[in-house]
């Protein structure tokens, strides 16, 4: 149950894109197509912002898109926007009715 | 409207217990499978465990196991977790999370802070 890997930050200016990975393994990101994606704002509980690798809840702007090649995940912003800055985290399921998070990545828009 | 309340945390002394709680309202409880997420202070999030919607399955994480034990109450829409033994390392605030029954979580509650010092 190690945690999935992800860079510690990305930054882009406002309407530029960024894209955040997530690498795990077969027993996890890579043997499931269940990634989700979670934004979270200092002081406030995680939203769910992708699941099932590529899906948008009702809500979430369609800037924000996900993908998965093997076993590395990702979460691409389009566009960014200020409302954007905050914490990142990739989740897989990992069998056995477990789950694990990534190590979460600050995004900073300049 | 769903509302997801955990309640519970508090300060307690290493080696201690506590039970926490999490309280459901504004959705079928008895419907979903439920989680507990854990996030120490300035670090990631962490899965802990989940329950299933009847109390039948649960799972835990390396880390907790042995040590913490989830459970339900259906008639009460609450959801709580056993926490043992409890170590500086656990200190983090406690997140509970409805599972949409399609591995994932939509909805999560504000979190309450466990804080173990003597």
């Known amino acids: 149950q190690s945690a999935l890997t992800q860079p510690r930050s990305v930054s882009g200016s406002p309407g530029q894109s960024v894209t955040i990975s997530c690498t795990g393994t077969?027993?996890?990101?890579?043997?499931?197509?269940?990634v989700s994606w979670y934004q979270q704002h200092p002081g406030k509980a995680p939203k769910l912002m992708i699941y099932?690798?590529?899906k948008r809840p009702s809500g979430v702007p369609d800037r924000f898109s996900g993908s998965k090649s093997g076993s590395t995940a990702s979460l691409t912003i389009s566009g960014l926007h200020a409302e954007d800055e905050a914490d990142y985290y990739c989740?897989?399921?990992?069998?056995?009715?477990?789950?694990?998070f990534g190590t979460g990545t600050k995004v900073t828009v300049l | 409207e769903v509302q997801l309340v955990e309640s519970g945390g508090t300060l307690v002394q290493p080696g201690g217990s506590l039970r926490l709680s999490c309280a459901a309202s504004?959705?079928?409880?008895?419907?979903?499978?439920m989680h507990w997420v854990r996030q120490a202070p300035g670090e990631g999030l962490v899965w802990i465990s989940l329950?299933?919607?009847?109390?039948?399955?649960?799972a835990y994480a390396d880390s907790v196991k042995g040590r913490f034990s989830v459970s339900r109450d259906n008639a009460k829409n609450t959801l709580y977790l056993q926490v043992n033994d409890l170590r500086a390392e656990d200190t983090a605030v406690y997140y509970c999370?409805?599972?949409?029954?399609?591995?994932?979580?939509?909805?999560w509650g504000q979190g309450t802070l466990v804080t173990v010092s003597s």
């Open positions: 329950i299933h919607p009847d109390g039948s399955a649960t």
């Open positions: 099932d690798v590529t």
């Open positions: 077969s027993s996890d990101v890579g043997g499931y197509y269940y």
């Open positions: 999370a409805r599972d949409t029954s399609g591995f994932t979580n939509d909805y």
């Open positions: 504004g959705f079928t409880f008895s419907g979903h499978w």
């Open positions: 989740y897989s399921y990992a069998g056995s009715f477990t789950y694990v």
